[in-house]
DNA sequence: GTGATTAATATAGACTCTAAATTTAGGTTC
DNA sequence: GAACCTAAATTTAGAGTCTATATTAATCAC
């Protein structure tokens, strides 16, 4: 009745458990002593001291010269510090025209990043080799070999199910590589884990974003084309198929009709009003019709630009509605290419978000810019390492 | 890093785990042996008998009289089952026109019923009242008193937290008695446990209705409004403010508009069609028009009944598409009032979702009937004594 | 009855934790 | 620099839990 593990429960489950606790106060604390993670754990001292020996043993510990925190009384402390140098974990955004790649320590610091174009791109084969070349670069920089890398997390723009494969249903799919995973196993050897770039995002923004310390949140991926990523109570939603946060509903929707997102809508809609000459905007004056150019003239006061982002504003508190009624998270975060820009919209789409729900959740603009999936990707990575840490044994050179 | 208890683990932990789980195997399977539970387990004889101790101890396990399974050879084992008559629960709907009381053994298994109509109530004391009546009457009928009642589930028709508050947010819902909890248990003495009627519904379509096994499940209760209840891998979604599976986000989708459910919506199609005089149907002919009498008429071949029935279905069909989409569950269950009978609309309803996407969840028809919702409160009530089983304490009069 | 078979019971040992007594490594004070 | 103070480390004893193995018990077959 009540859950369980999945074998009996020995005495060294004992010990498990609470040297997980134990490294979840470290590797979220600082420097701690033995007393200062007897009072955060509930352990005794003696408790404390041998788990923290087993910790070093394994490489997840390191144990600092004996001193004290200012207060200079009595017999010094032992002072143990988490190993974030124990491994490093990987986070690879594969998108459509770029991918992006961040190596990472174990709390999750950026070490390196590096990324390569893909908007050439032909075939499965060269997407994989560019990513390599990223990988093999971000390694370079910060001289850590793949040896040391304890899993990577990978976004890409596809349904991923919860095992971790790319489900392609649409022709566009097909031209994805559905292996990726398993050639950057072989070439690198480190575990790889697929997930959905949305997804990716909401982990990012709940980590290290607009949404730390809110468990109900989404993210609303709204550049070329819009796409979500759910979390209720801290846990992603996947679906049957991982296409929790699929928004090909919007067809379906009065004033939206398609998943074109913010970036997108905003050129066609300059286009479209560029094509009547009689109309007098500075638009005119830019070589190429581009979001940015949009949002640009609207911010410099150009009427024409300003009343194609009352529209698209209008056109997205749409989208936030519908995600914001159904799921009732209490934070929805913009983000992808458009998002700083973005925030000239939020006052427009919150003034609608309230004609539609007498409880709208709030809206926030993404602050983690074009890493918001790579850095989610890092999150999904250490979750996995925090999952398996007392399995994994470490590559002691570290 | 592991997720750990928030206590620390001792000795005693391993005892509490190892009894939750052979009280898990005990709970689901019928009669076990000693060597049965051996190796449903993994653990030693040794322990399995200390465990079963206690658990009888405790109350929750009865042992019977030493046998065998048909092939008889050996020492007799010593059997264990579980003690469903340990404790009671109750599973409570309150509707806006009806209160169902279930009364349930630990199994789940239906003891005794009771209902009262709640058309005529006017306050929220009235309101208290009836379904106060209908729980002492199933009490009654099983001989059941308070006290051996170890959690009551309770559904109502709008939003809850998750720390169990009703959450008012129109004026509607301001005429009901959002203190009913506190209410019930001042009365009885039992703990209330509130929970949204569509979230309970899809709890009981995943443990005895359709959805048994399907883990990413909804459930749209289609009556005179609409509601869902949504699962993802196997827990339910809440949302911020119990707000998740809130359809008011239908009054923006196209070919739906408002929230009305199946049953209103077909009503109010028969009634304009029936204004326009030259329209022959034998609905004609019944004194007053309602959903059943659509049915009844498609049913028996009525052309224009037929027609409504389309209608109906292509704007379920879209609700359905929407929900699929968005949250991806394998299976969106109907129910409500009109469950049976939209069993006519099931293969409209499945073939217009496939123009809406390539990967449609499958539909099906609840089985369960106007219990959909206290079935789902009985298991609300059943999980919440599964988690605190080892910390109730048993009236041993049982 | 005697033997075979299966399970219950008893005993010994290992691992984990807590709790309390003892020791240690610094300071401070005179 | 010796005596004292303090906080932490270390040691020791004890209790709870599990496994593993040996012993005993109950039943059936012959």
Redo the contacts with the bound molecule.
């Keep these: 009745m009540t859950s369980a593990p999945v074998t009996?429960?020995?005495?060294?489950l004992?010990?498990r458990v609470?040297a997980g606790k134990l490294l979840g106060v470290l590797s979220t604390a600082g420097v701690m002593?033995?007393?200062g993670l007897i009072q955060a754990t509930?352990?005794?001292?003696?408790?404390v001291?041998?788990?923290c020996n087993d910790l070093i043993d394994m490489g997840w510990v390191v144990e600092l010269d004996?001193g004290r925190d200012d207060t200079?009384?009595?017999?010094?402390?032992?002072r143990f510090e988490f190993n974030s140098r124990a491994g490093y974990v990987l986070g690879i955004d594969i998108g459509a025209g770029r991918t992006t790649v961040l190596l990472a320590d174990l709390r999750g610091e950026t070490l390196a990043k590096a990324g390569r174009s893909l908007s050439s791109v032909k075939t499965p084969a060269e997407r994989t080799g560019l990513v390599h070349e990223a990988v093999v670069e971000a390694l370079a920089v910060a001289d850590v070999r793949d040896s040391q890398v304890l899993a990577a997390g990978v976004g890409v723009a596809a349904p991923v199910d919860r095992a971790g494969n790319i489900l392609v249903d649409d022709e566009f799919w097909r031209r994805f590589d559905t292996d990726l995973g398993h050639r950057l196993t072989e070439l690198h050897g480190w575990p790889v884990l697929l997930e959905n770039d949305a997804n990716l995002a909401v982990l990012g923004e709940h980590w290290r974003g607009q949404g730390q310390g809110i468990d109900d949140l989404a993210v609303l991926l709204a550049g070329e084309r819009f796409g979500s990523g759910l979390m209720d109570s801290g846990r992603l939603l996947h679906g049957s198929r991982g296409g929790a946060g699929e928004m090909l509903y919007l067809k379906l929707v009065e004033g939206v009709g398609d998943t074109h997102g913010i970036a997108r809508t905003t050129r066609d809609q300059a286009v479209a009003v560029l094509a009547d000459p009689t109309v007098r905007t500075r638009l005119r004056d830019v070589s190429e019709v581009t979001a940015e150019e949009v949002f640009a003239a609207a911010a410099a006061g150009d009427e024409v630009a300003l009343g194609i982002l009352r529209s698209v504003a209008a056109r997205t508190a749409r989208v936030v509605a519908t995600l914001g009624i159904l799921v009732n998270p209490e934070l929805v975060v913009i983000g992808g290419a458009v998002a700083e820009a973005a925030g000239q919209l939020l006052p427009d789409i919150e003034e609608q978000l309230a004609g539609y729900t007498s409880t709208p959740p709030r809206v926030a603009v993404s602050s983690l810019g074009d890493a918001i999936v790579s850095v989610g990707a890092v999150r999904h990575a250490l979750n996995y390492v925090e999952q398996h840490a007392l399995d994994l044994v470490l590559t002691r050179s570290a």
């Design positions: 009996a429960a020995t005495p060294a004992l010990r609470n002593t033995g007393t509930g352990l005794t001292r003696a408790t001291h041998a788990v004996p200079a009384v009595g017999r010094p402390s032992r």
